[in-house]
């Protein structure tokens, strides 16, 4: 069975930093993309950032230029370094991957289960 496995989550202070990981566990062929999301609380799931195979990377508004992406092919693992973190960064953070499990099949989305983020003094 395909699962993406978070880590990092907690507690942070106002303009902290923070890193999470995402591993990809399973047989699988290949990833296409992987992706985190948000929730904050009463809100909507929202993008945070995304990399594509090919390394190339796209991030929501509200995270430009604080949140950086990036993946280590050899773990099937995805990060998602977080600095200069507000307190509207609290939510939820889930991470997506689209995984091809068998080649020549169409790709699974494989979320996680999510990591509790809470910036706060």
């Known amino acids: 069975q395909v699962q993406s496995v978070e880590s990092g989550g907690g507690l942070v202070q106002p303009g902290g930093s923070l890193r999470l990981s995402c591993a990809v566990s399973?047989?699988?062929?290949?990833?296409?993309?992987m992706g985190w999301y948000r929730q904050a609380p009463w809100k909507g799931r929202e993008l945070v950032a995304v990399i594509t195979a090919g390394g190339n990377v796209d991030y929501g508004d509200s995270v430009k230029g604080r949140f950086t992406i990036s993946k280590d092919n050899a773990k099937n693992t995805t990060y998602l370094q977080m600095t200069s973190l507000k307190p509207e960064d609290t939510a939820v953070y889930y991470c997506k991957n689209w995984v091809v499990v068998t080649a020549g099949d169409g790709y699974l989305e494989v979320w996680g289960q999510g990591t509790l983020v809470t910036v706060s003094s």
């Open positions: 399973g047989s699988i062929f290949s990833i296409k993309v």
